[in-house]
Nanobody, 123 residues
Framework: QVQLVESGGGSVQAGGSLTLSCAAS????????MGWFRQSPGKEREGVGY???????SIPDRVKGRFTISRENTKKIVYLQMNSLKPEDTAMYYC?????????????????WGNGTLVTVSS
């Protein structure tokens, strides 16, 4: 069973930065996609970064220019670097993983999810 553990959340003032980490363990075969999502109360979950096992990545327009996704191949760790944070970035951030390249996984869904890490941005 694949397990995902997020870390790095916390409280930060607007304009600040945080780096989230997601450590994956268990059997996951290449190719695979890992993504970061967020959800705040009353809002739908939304993706904020994706990267596959070949390190091809994409950042949705909603956070492009402020968020960066990267991975450490040998340790199956994915990072989400968040800069210029805004109060509206406040949310629970989740890591997810699924088989296939990200274009496919984003369309058909992620198989595994972490428990999330909370990010709070104050004005």
């Amino acid at each position: 069973q694949v397990q995902l553990v997020e870390s790095g959340g916390g409280s930060v003032q607007a304009g600040g930065s945080l780096t989230l980490s997601c450590a994956a363990s268990g059997p996951i075969s290449r190719p695979y996609c890992m993504g970061w999502f967020r959800q705040s109360p009353g809002k739908e979950r939304e993706g904020v970064g994706y990267i596959d096992s070949d390190s091809d990545s994409s950042i949705p327009d909603r956070v492009k220019g402020r968020f960066t996704i990267s991975r450490e191949n040998t340790k199956k760790i994915v990072y989400l670097q968040m800069n210029s944070l805004k109060p509206e970035d406040t949310a629970m951030y989740y890591c997810a993983a699924g088989g296939g390249y990200c274009a496919t996984t984003i369309t058909y869904g992620f198989d595994y999810w972490g428990n999330g890490t909370l990010v709070t941005v104050s004005s």
